[in-house]
């Protein structure tokens, strides 16, 4: 004979069991990696590339000056390249795929592929990691860089990582940006604002994920974004001081890279030179011990070195300047003052390093792009952007100076290089035939006083987006 009271208990385990049954369907399953593919089903097949190439942005959007840069750059102004875009999780309305609408949109793109991955494992995927291999550049889109950090030493890691070794690219924006540094603010414990860092630089909220991702020229930095908009610097100030005092940077030096959003987009080419699209960019480097950096204090740093970069402006990863910069510190947590502008306390001239971009139109003497500053060795760069395209820069000799010019020009297009004299004639030429063939010429000054001269670059045949770079060296 059953008792009221065992009713009651079996009546309580019904219910109880009813309760975590309805629990558990109420809960979101973990969702499996979803895959869209726009424009043409089947891969491109090619013996090589022309990059590495790489896009750095400040917000997750796709920014297509830089995109279009990368593109070119990767396939030589011929062909066409496909791309990945892997996201963390899917855009909650509008389109699926807003990365992949931009690219395909874009000159010289086969297809573009969005994989939606939500758990760490998913960087084990098979078909994920053939796309991956099969494509020529791989976009981080904006989201959560923790969920990306958490793909080291998945079979993704190494996937990304073969692509760039065939010379195609990586980039992302945003959470992307950030996943594509060698040391990542991953945050993985939560996000922390400049405030925070700056009050204690080992916040529980900072956390670094290292050995993912350490691209040519770009090692010892550490990427965040949105930069000007949300105030930073100060965090990445502190991240700085956290990586010299822990050992994350080679060198006992860490460099961070700081891009706007709104456009704001640093495009690193091959030989390791950056430009700047859209919005302004900022480069901080922390050269030596932290005066103090311990948990539970405010941050104590003198002397960070801060190089801005204005939509156009160049920054040589590969041969770091050690000029351009202004000074701003942090003491007792508290930041000067003006971080986002300064005077630099040096100039280049005569230090190594330097570039020059041109500034359309720069197509006659009179419009030339300003390179007398430019120290030795030095670079001025541009494109041949229509078949009739002249790119003119103004540079001086002092007596006795020789000055050899040598020109890297890409696959896109032959272009020819002249020296010129102050009136337009030309004294110095190279004209040598193909696409993607290097142009050189030298010259001496042999009248008193200095002079000026005039770099001449022009489209001999074809065109394109793809950048060529002249170096002058003054002896």
């Known amino acids: 004979m059953t008792s009221r009271h065992s009713h009651k208990v079996a009546s309580a385990a019904l219910a109880l069991l009813a309760l975590t049954l309805t629990f558990t369907a109420q809960q979101p399953a973990h969702a499996a990696a979803s895959r869209i593919r726009l424009g043409s089903t089947s891969d491109v097949s090619r013996p090589s590339w022309n990059g590495p190439a790489f896009t750095m942005n400040g917000a997750g959007a796709v920014v297509p000056a830089s995109m279009t840069r990368a593109i070119d750059d990767i396939r030589g102004g011929s062909g066409s390249i496909d791309v990945v875009v892997l996201a ?21 793109v086969n297809s573009c592929t969005t994989w939606t991955l939500t758990a760490a494992n998913d960087g084990n995927n098979s078909q994920v990691n053939a796309d ?17 950090a958490a793909w080291k030493g998945t079979a993704l890691e190494a996937s990304v990582e073969s692509v760039v070794a065939k010379g195609g690219g990586s980039g992302g924006g945003s959470a992307g940006h950030h996943v594509n540094s060698p040391i990542v603010y991953d945050a993985c414990n939560g996000s922390v604002t400049s405030a925070e860092a700056l009050a204690n630089p080992y916040d529980r909220y900072i956390s670094f994920t290292t050995g993912m991702f350490d691209w040519p020229d770009y090692g010892g930095v550490i990427n965040d974004s949105h930069f000007v908009t949300r105030d930073r610097m100060g965090r990445t100030m502190s991240f700085l001081a956290r990586a010299v005092k822990d050992g994350l940077a080679p060198g006992g030096a860490a460099w961070g890279v700081g891009v706007e959003e709104g456009g704001g987009s640093l495009y690193l080419d091959r030989n390791g030179m950056a430009t700047q699209y859209g919005k302004d960019a900022y480069v901080v480097l922390a050269d030596h011990q932290p005066e ?17 970069l204005t939509p156009g402006s160049t920054f040589d990863f590969k041969n770091r300047p050690t000029c351009g910069y202004y000074l701003r510190s942090v003491t007792n947590g508290v930041a000067d003052a003006n971080l986002y502008n300064g005077t630099p306390i040096t100039n280049c001239s005569g230090q190594s390093g330097s570039a020059v971009a041109e500034s359309e139109p720069n197509d006659t003497r009179d419009t030339a792009d300003d390179a007398t500053a430019l120290p030795s060795p030095g670079s001025v760069t541009g494109s041949m952007k229509s078949t009739t395209d002249r790119d003119y820069f103004k540079v001086s000799l002092g007596s006795g100076q020789t000055a050899s010019v040598n020109c890297s020009v890409p696959a896109a297009y032959d272009a020819d290089l002249y020296w010129l004299d102050s009136t337009g004639s030309t004294l110095a030429r190279s004209v040598n035939n193909g696409a993607g063939v290097g142009e050189a010429l030298g010259f001496t000054r042999t009248a008193a006083g200095a002079g000026t001269y005039y770099i001449e670059v022009e489209a001999y045949s074809g065109s394109g987006a793809s950048a060529y770079t002249c170096t002058m060296t003054k002896s």
Request: glycine share 12%; with cysteine.
């Open 132 to 148: 991956v291999r099969n494509a020529e550049f791989v976009y981080f889109a904006g989201g959560d860089q923790c969920r990306y």
């Open 88 to 108: 963390g999780s899917a855009p909650t309305s509008g389109s699926q795929t807003p990365e992949c609408d931009t690219v395909m949109g874009l000159t010289g």
């Open 292 to 308: 103090q950096a311990v948990d539970r204090k405010p941050l104590t740093y003198s002397g960070f070195k801060i190089w801005r």
